[in-house]
């Protein structure tokens, strides 16, 4: 429902963006007629993130954008702790700072990346020199290309349709390089046994291509259980435990991690050093959600973990 609210909300902002001046308000009802916008689809799809949708509020997808707003978008859909902004609001300046925060994402050297020799645009000698290696690599990688008729108008100015769909291009290319499969949360969990005691490392990898908020009912963000070869539990994570009842809220980018870590010390529940024979950890992540929401599938959430003492 709160989707499909969003989507609603989404598709009327954007139909008033569109919407032909001129028609006086009376008390009739007149149908307002309107060419959908060629980005009316992406801005549909980014606005399921409520911070912007509202930055696109009342804003006309034909209307060049601000720095302001293109900080705004980048931190809000790519990375919330970027600072930096493009040169100007020129394809070829906003171009080449989305292609920056692809390298800086990736981990991937621009320098180094391979580029084809041949000109991609006809209007390539308009390009500033600085920007250039920058445009070569968004057209690989698909985060920005021309106007079309081989035209990359590197001096126009960004309207704000492009630069959703800019936004969208970029994380689907940086996503691409970090293999992320869209759509679901993976729990990833190892151990390691060193002095008498065994370690628990896992987290919570995002393999969405879009921030997700998650939230945990309260200080206990996770669970872990050990059971013996028989079945038998001889150790729990909260036995003894107390943890704030306050909610908690978490945040993971695409193809980034919640990181924890649980160590044993290899006493059962008696008090007794767990003899040697063979073991299952189960880890859970308590992640719960809102009402009217889908709650995330428990396989995502959990990792079994079979090892021998």
Same mark, same amino acid.
């Given at each position: 429902?709160?989707?499909?609210?969003?989507?609603?909300?989404?598709?009327?902002?954007?139909?008033?963006?569109?919407?032909?001046?001129?028609?006086?308000?009376?008390?009739?009802?007149?149908?307002?007629?309107?060419?959908?916008?060629?980005?009316?689809?992406?801005?549909?799809?980014?606005?399921?993130?409520?911070?912007?949708?509202?930055?696109?509020?009342? *804003?006309?997808? @034909?209307?060049? =954008? +601000? #720095? %302001?707003?293109?900080?705004? !978008?980048? /931190?809000?859909?790519?990375?919330?702790? &970027?600072?930096?902004?493009?040169?100007?609001?020129?394809?070829?300046?906003?171009?080449?700072?989305?292609?920056?925060?692809?390298?800086?994402?990736?981990?991937?050297?621009?320098?180094?990346?391979?580029?084809?020799?041949?000109?991609?645009?006809?209007?390539?000698?308009?390009?500033?020199?600085?920007?250039?290696?920058?445009?070569?690599?968004?057209?690989?990688?698909?985060?920005?290309?021309?106007?079309?008729?081989?035209?990359?108008?590197?001096?126009?100015?960004?309207?704000?349709?492009?630069?959703?769909?800019?936004? *969208?291009?970029? @994380?689907?290319? =940086? +996503? #691409? %390089?970090?293999?992320?499969? !869209?759509? /679901?949360?993976?729990?990833?969990?190892? &151990?390691?046994?060193?002095?008498?005691?065994?370690?628990?490392?896992?987290?919570?990898?995002?393999?969405?291509?879009?921030?997700?908020?998650?939230?945990?009912?309260?200080?206990?963000?996770?669970?872990?259980?050990?059971?013996?070869?028989?079945?038998?539990?001889?150790?729990?994570?909260?036995?003894?435990?107390?943890?704030?009842?306050?909610?908690?809220?978490?945040?993971?980018?695409?193809?980034?991690?919640?990181?924890?870590?649980?160590?044993?010390?290899?006493?059962?529940?008696?008090?007794?050093?767990?003899?040697?024979?063979?073991?299952?950890?189960? =880890?859970?992540?308590?992640?719960?959600?809102?009402?009217?929401?889908?709650?995330?599938?428990?396989?995502?959430?959990?990792?079994?973990?079979?090892?021998?003492?």
């Amino acid at each position: 429902m709160k989707n499909l609210l969003k989507k609603t909300i989404a598709t009327g902002t954007i139909a008033a963006f569109l919407a032909i001046p001129g028609v006086a308000a009376t008390n009739d009802i007149i149908p307002i007629k309107y060419e959908a916008h060629w980005a009316q689809s992406v801005v549909i799809e980014l606005s399921e993130n409520s911070e912007f949708r509202d930055l696109l509020n009342n *804003k006309n997808l @034909n209307s060049v =954008i +601000n #720095l %302001e707003d293109f900080q705004k !978008a980048v /931190k809000i859909l790519i990375d919330e702790k &970027y600072e930096g902004n493009a040169d100007s609001t020129t394809r070829e300046a906003v171009t080449a700072e989305l292609v920056n925060i692809w390298s800086q994402k990736t981990g991937i050297n621009l320098n180094e990346v391979p580029i084809l020799k041949m000109i991609f645009y006809s209007d390539f000698s308009e390009i500033d020199s600085k920007y250039a290696q920058g445009i070569n690599v968004a057209y690989m990688k698909n985060i920005a290309k021309g106007r079309g008729e081989g035209i990359f108008a590197p001096k126009a100015n960004v309207t704000y349709g492009e630069l959703a769909a800019f936004i *969208k291009k970029t @994380n689907q290319a =940086i +996503n #691409l %390089e970090k293999g992320i499969a !869209a759509g /679901k949360f993976e729990t990833r969990a190892d &151990y390691s046994i060193k002095d008498g005691k065994i370690t628990f490392d896992f987290e919570l990898f995002s393999h969405y291509t879009q921030r997700q908020d998650l939230i945990f009912g309260s200080g206990q963000q996770f669970e872990v259980t050990v059971e013996d070869e028989k079945g038998n539990e001889v150790y729990r994570f909260s036995d003894g435990k107390a943890f704030t009842l306050a909610l908690v809220m978490k945040s993971i980018e695409p193809g980034e991690s919640l990181v924890w870590q649980d160590v044993w010390d290899m006493i059962d529940k008696e008090g007794n050093k767990a003899a040697e024979g063979n073991y299952k950890a189960t =880890i859970k992540i308590l992640v719960i959600h809102e009402e009217g929401e889908k709650p995330i599938p428990e396989e995502q959430l959990t990792k079994v973990i079979d090892f021998t003492i």
